[in-house]
């Protein structure tokens, strides 16, 4: 990691290397643009004009970073942070070459200090205000900045919303037809589950994240719901407008899901998140929990990223075991 600075030289480091303006229209300085530049786009309310790609960048969760691996982007990554579990095997190598600044979110002495021109943030919280990292501060600073648009969405997320993101982060970084490429092939991929599902009848699923005193589960407002209906499923907390809420237990209950899909991450292991719905007296008349029928979905499938497609059908082999591959 670059030593540290002050924060008047930081500053005109990043300006230095900033190649994009917040704002409609690009800085004029006479350099001719790269192909495909300028590039305007519109992210969750910010709108920016690239006159050539990003050179320094910081990822900030596990899916953007491997938006980034997918595209090969590797050598535009100054940076990244907050791993869920280990990125695929087939992005292990370029992983592997860029600095890790920390193990969950970086403080904004040490994201600065990876000079970045460009940060990438997959969940809301990598944009904390109180912890100094806001949009408006970093670009306040030279910085630009692109928020995975899933928590910016103002209905339900779906797949079209995964291959925009593919698509305008490709073509930010001039990557535009190796994004098209990966886009061809996921819908591919997923018109082929669907075939194989056809008929299928649905399952009700309830989703367990995590909690003991309410349940934190997947609501109808994040692509984990996309997921679960193209698996050959109904999420019985579709109703919720947001990609997690909390539900309470009696809820859970009067849902009675069939199927229950336990999400992986963190220091609270399956088996433990299995016992602790096991042993719950008031579970014991639910269908999934009196069948033993449960799912597992590691975090970093079931967000907008480039796994979903193949997680699709990961998890439709387990809703339908009748009808795997």
């Known amino acids: 990691m670059p030593r540290r600075r002050t924060a008047a030289a930081l500053i005109a480091a990043v300006a230095l290397l900033t190649g994009c303006t917040t704002g409609a229209e690009p800085h004029d300085s006479g350099a001719k643009a790269a192909p495909g530049f300028p590039y305007t786009v519109d992210n969750c309310g910010v709108r920016t004009t690239f006159k050539a790609p990003p050179k320094r960048v910081v990822t900030m969760n596990q899916h953007v970073t491997e ?38 979110y970086p403080s904004r002495e040490a994201l600065l200090a990876a000079n970045p021109d460009f940060v990438y943030g997959g969940y809301a919280s990598a944009f904390s205000a109180k912890d100094g990292r806001d949009r408006e501060g970093l670009a306040k600073s030279g ?29 930010t970084f001039g990557a535009g037809e190796r994004a098209e490429e990966w886009i061809d092939g996921a819908k591919a991929r997923a018109a082929a589950t669907a ?39 109904r999420n019985v ?13 009696e809820q859970v209950v009067q849902r009675a899901p069939d199927v229950i899909v336990i999400y992986d991450y963190g220091s609270t292991t399956v088996e433990q998140k299995k ?9 014991k008349d639910v269908p999934a929990v009196k069948n033993r029928r449960f799912a597992v979905m590691p975090l970093s499938d079931v967000v907008l990223g480039v796994r979903a497609p193949a997680a699709v059908d990961k998890l439709a082999d387990q809703l339908h075991p009748d009808r795997k591959r």
């Open 67 to 104: 938006v980034m691996l997918e595209l090969g982007l590797e050598k535009s990554l100054a940076g990244t942070a907050y791993l869920d579990d280990r990125v695929l095997p087939q992005y292990a190598d370029a992983y592997a070459r860029v600095p890790v600044l920390a193990k969950e």
């Open 143 to 171: 910085i630009d900045s692109r928020l995975d648009v899933e928590y910016c969405a103002k209905g339900a997320v779906t797949l079209d919303d995964l291959y925009r993101e593919v698509e305008e982060v490709g073509r």
């Open 195 to 233: 075939a194989r599902l056809k008929g299928a009848e649905p399952v009700s699923v309830f989703v367990y994240d995590g909690g003991d005193k309410t349940a934190s589960t997947a609501g109808g407002g994040g692509i984990g719901n996309e997921m679960i209906t193209r698996a050959g499923g």
């Open 237 to 249: 907390f579709a109703d919720l407008p947001k990609p997690f809420a909390d539900a309470s237990w």
């Open 275 to 283: 016992k602790r719905l096991i042993e719950d007296p008031a579970l």
